[in-house]
């Protein structure tokens, strides 16, 4: 029994002997172990302040370089028309011409955004008054010169006796290179920042309302940013196809460009599938077919009709208004423009009165009459004006007194006090300094 009870404390013994070892081993290995892993955690909360740092500082010496960028870019701002010689005029398809325009002054030119336009001033034989239109740039920033791409614009066939456009076509049959012409520094609000976040874009144009998609597509894809950009663009056939041979090359160098060419109107030399994608025009059933997803930004350009029909079908398909941006060449109708409400809460509905101060005229308006420019035109009181679509800015006039409201929305910056006549019309009686 004695022995028993000896063996007993002996094995109790050396079993407190070895928990306390245990012990002392396993709270030694958790001090270890507590050490490493602060230490580790030291070491990568260590590594990424350095890299938030050196992520601050990159930002940083980014926006500083940005800033003077910036600052270099107003410098080389101009104000009013700058004389441009025309490098070179290329016939790029029936009736459209690319003009590649070098500053006279041989200074450098500022960089615009893509899908921004010029204004030009033409003395064209003839008239007795300087045309004034605007253009957009059909290419991204280039260090030597400025490009447009302009389409003669065709007498309607249905009214007989009508000539084609005078601006277009004193371009496309006059201009010559080597001659001198009045340009504005780029402008307007049709456009894609680059800077500010990389959503994938949808750029939809029929006929010559390819000049922008162009620009904002080189401008993308030479940037090198990755994000998808769909182009979808319609013409009759390749007779009309613009810068064919350039999407071509840009699809086959970029994996993220995906090149949608719709003819509806494919000619018997016309191939499917290397001429073009599909023979239909351009139209949201189509992108239903094509694209992913509606998750994208929208930028559409073409005729009123073109652009009325897909702004229609992308709000159809649930694309929320802030992601599809358009631009009229003129004073086309899209329902989003001509639905926009007026800035005023008592929109005029009856006549007004109104004065037109330098001419020393008054004239009644009424809402048939449209805006204050047409009013002006038909009582014979010159107000310049160029693209009559809000965007150029030229036929901006002071109001002495009273008040506007906007038809449509507008490019153009408006300077309190001012207004843009050609997509104004009154709110009260007006005093214009015109
Ligand atoms: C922001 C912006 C960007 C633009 N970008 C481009 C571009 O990149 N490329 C491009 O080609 N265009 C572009 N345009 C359009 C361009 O500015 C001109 O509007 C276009 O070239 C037509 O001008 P025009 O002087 O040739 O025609 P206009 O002389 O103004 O005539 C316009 C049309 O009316 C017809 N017409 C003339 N008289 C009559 C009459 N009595 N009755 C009925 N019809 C008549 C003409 O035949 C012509 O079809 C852009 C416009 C804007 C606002």
């Not at 928990?19 to 590594?47: D, K, M, N, P």
């Not at 402008?187 to 500010?196: E, K, M, Q, S, T």
């Not at 077919?289 to 652009?307: D, Q």
Request: hydrophobic share 40%; charged share 20%.
């Amino acid at each position: 029994m004695q022995s028993l009870i000896a063996k007993l404390q002996t094995a109790f013994a050396g079993n407190v002997g070895v928990s306390v070892g245990f012990l002392i081993v396993a709270a030694l290995a958790a001090q270890i172990l507590l050490i490493f892993f602060t230490s580790v955690r030291r070491v990568f909360y260590e590594r990424e302040q350095q890299n938030l740092s050196r992520q601050r500082l990159q930002l940083l010496v980014k926006a500083a370089a940005l800033k003077a960028k910036d600052a270099e870019q107003v410098k080389l701002q101009w104000n009013g028309y700058r004389k441009f010689r025309v490098a070179r005029k290329v016939l790029e398809c029936h009736d459209v011409y690319s003009f590649y325009l070098a500053p006279h002054d041989g200074k450098p030119l500022p960089a615009f955004k893509p899908g921004q336009y010029v204004t030009f001033q033409l003395d064209i034989p003839g008239r007795d008054k300087p045309v004034i239109r605007c253009y957009s740039l059909s290419d991204c920033h280039r260090k030597d010169y400025y490009r447009v791409t302009i389409k003669r614009a065709c007498a309607p066939s249905d009214v007989p006796g009508v000539p084609h456009g005078c601006a277009s076509s004193y371009f496309c049959d006059n201009v010559r290179e080597g001659d001198i012409l009045d340009v504005k520094a780029p402008g307007g609000n049709f456009c894609i920042d680059l800077a500010a976040k990389a959503a994938p874009v949808v750029l939809i144009s029929g006929g010559v309302g390819i000049t922008p998609m162009l620009s904002m597509a080189h401008a993308i894809l030479e940037s090198g940013d990755k994000r998808d950009v769909w182009f979808f663009f319609g013409a009759r056939n390749r007779a009309d196809h613009i810068q064919k041979e350039t999407l071509e090359r840009l699809a086959a160098e970029y994996d993220n460009f995906h090149l949608q060419i719709c003819y509806s109107k494919p000619a018997s030399e016309d191939t499917h599938g290397r001429d073009y994608h599909h023979s239909e025009r351009v139209s949201v059933d189509l992108f239903k077919k094509v694209l992913p997803s509606n998750n994208f930004e929208f930028y559409i350009c073409g005729p009123g009709a073109f652009m009325k029909s897909i702004t229609d079908g992308l709000e159809e398909w649930g694309v929320p208004d802030n992601a599809v941006f358009f631009e009229a060449f003129g004073p086309a109708t899209v329902k989003k423009a001509a639905a926009a409400p007026p800035t005023g809460e008592t929109a005029t509905a009856t006549a007004v009165q109104i004065t037109f101060s330098r001419s020393g005229k008054t004239a009644t308006w009424k809402p048939s009459l449209g805006s204050l420019l047409d009013l002006a035109d038909e009582h014979g009181i010159k107000i310049e004006s160029g693209c009559r679509a809000g965007n150029c800015g030229t036929c901006l006039v002071a109001i002495k007194s009273g008040a506007v409201d906007y038809l449509t929305e507008h490019g153009a910056d408006a300077e309190s006090g001012s207004c843009l006549t050609c997509v104004c019309k009154p709110r009260t009686n007006l005093v214009l300094d015109a």
